[in-house]
């Protein structure tokens, strides 16, 4: 059964490494729906956070070919349960319809937006939530034909064990 997994690999941070792990979902033929690379907690650790829709046998053969790359110090998968996920979103929206309308107002507040920046032509809100808040409040903001930009954080994600211990360790 398709379903999402969010692969979780911790690499040292090296040139290249992106390339080699991108380039297995590639070979796959596996679409990445979203993709960060962050430092970890532990100086000169990367955490790489791929979330992608797959069955759980090539997600597992996924894993499995990830491990044999040199720069990659673990790596495993995870259903969305088993994290606890965040999305940040960004949304553009016409300064002048905020000024002619409270509905907008009404809208930000509504789904505990928040805006971080207003000027003459444009007014920038920022949502923090689940990748389903996030999807919604721009439907809703589209659906009104309100919304000029939109760009997402793709998935953040801790958890919900520490693993900088087990890192520590190796």
């Known amino acids: 059964m398709v379903k ?11 040139i290249g490494v992106l390339n080699r792990i991108t380039a297995l979902y590639l070979r796959r033929k596996i679409n990445i729906e979203s993709l960060k690379v962050s430092e970890s907690s532990i100086k000169g650790i990367s955490m790489f956070v791929i ?14 070919q990830l491990r044999n790359i040199v720069e990659v110090i673990q790596v495993e998968y995870y259903s969305d349960d088993e994290l606890i996920t965040q999305e940040i979103a960004l949304y553009k929206i016409s300064s ?20 971080i920046e207003m000027n003459p032509s444009f007014v920038v809100v920022e949502k923090t939530g689940t990748r389903e808040e996030i999807e919604n409040l721009r439907t809703e903001l589209e659906t009104r034909k309100v919304l000029l930009e939109f760009t997402r954080s793709g998935s953040v994600v801790l958890h919900r064990e520490s693993m900088e211990n087990t890192l520590n360790q190796l």
Not at 4 to 14: G, K, L, S
Request: proline residues 0%; neutral net charge.
């Open 4 to 14: 999402e997994y969010i692969v979780i690999a911790f690499t040292e941070n090296q």
């Open 96 to 115: 002048k319809i905020v000024r002619e309308s409270g509905m907008v107002d009404m809208i930000i507040r509504s789904w505990n937006a928040r805006i």
């Open 51 to 64: 979330s992608a829709f797959t069955t759980q046998e090539i997600i597992e053969k996924l894993v499995r």
